[in-house]
T-cell receptor, first 115, second 115 residues
């Protein structure tokens, strides 16, 4: 069964460093998402992406964050200058369509720890 | 804006007992509602979803949920718990009737199943 994959599974970085989290969505999906979950808190939406553009973003997704689909398979989330509060589990998801009925399929997550 | 409240961050049941995980939502428009499950070290997996039509929705692994508009609830149930049901369960809501893709999650409920 097709699945969303994410690398790395764990990342430790120093405050102020740039990190890139990578995701490979399901191959025929056109819509891509990033969510995050700070320990003990809710899973929060960050951004959705379609046709090489951001479709929607949350207040969390400020200028420190960017997303890119550098080739036909990868979808990346970049944090330019990490802060302690960026420590969280980051989930990538993809769906065939954008309509509300569409299922979003999630990857296993990347646990980011900023020291 | 949408929001989701899951009553009880931890629920513990005996094997063979009824599982009931509570979810209440708030939405200004008819919602689409989802239950996801997360097993350790895995991504979020869709259990079931309600979009339109029948209010009792059946999902995988014997779970079902009933959409009750008057109570703004979408509780998840399973008649007989199995040890393999131990996981964290997330209720989520999405705007219905539009193309917005964002999922809004509850805080999650950890289900423990005792032998």
């Amino acid at each position: 069964e097709p699945e969303v994959t994410q690398t790395p599974s764990h990342q430790v970085t120093q405050m102020g460093q740039e990190v890139i989290l990578r995701c490979v969505p399901i191959s025929n999906h056109l819509y891509f998402y990033w969510y995050r979950q700070i320990l003990g808190q809710k899973v929060e939406f960050l951004v959705s992406f379609y046709n090489n553009e951001i479709s929607e973003k949350s207040e969390i997704f400020d200028d420190q964050f960017s997303v890119e689909r550098p080739d036909g398979s990868n979808f990346t989330l970049k944090i330019r200058s990490t802060k302690l509060e960026d420590s969280a589990m980051y989930f990538c998801a993809s769906s065939e369509g954008l309509a509300g009925v569409e299922t979003q399929y999630f990857g296993p997550g990347t646990r980011l720890l900023v020291l | 804006a949408q929001s989701v409240t899951q009553l009880g961050s931890h629920v513990s049941v005996s094997e063979g007992a009824l599982v009931l995980l509570r979810c209440n939502y708030s939405s200004s428009v008819p919602p689409y509602l989802f239950w996801y499950v997360q097993y350790p070290n895995q991504g979020l997996q869709l259990l079931l979803k309600y979009t339109t039509g029948a209010t009792l929705v059946k999902g995988i692994n014997g779970f079902e949920a009933e959409f009750k508009k008057s109570e703004t609830s979408f509780h998840l149930t399973k008649p007989s718990a199995h040890m393999s049901d131990a996981a964290e369960y997330f209720c989520a809501v999405r705007r219905g009737g539009t193309s917005y893709g964002k999922l809004t999650f509850g805080q999650g409920t950890i289900l423990t199943v005792h032998p």
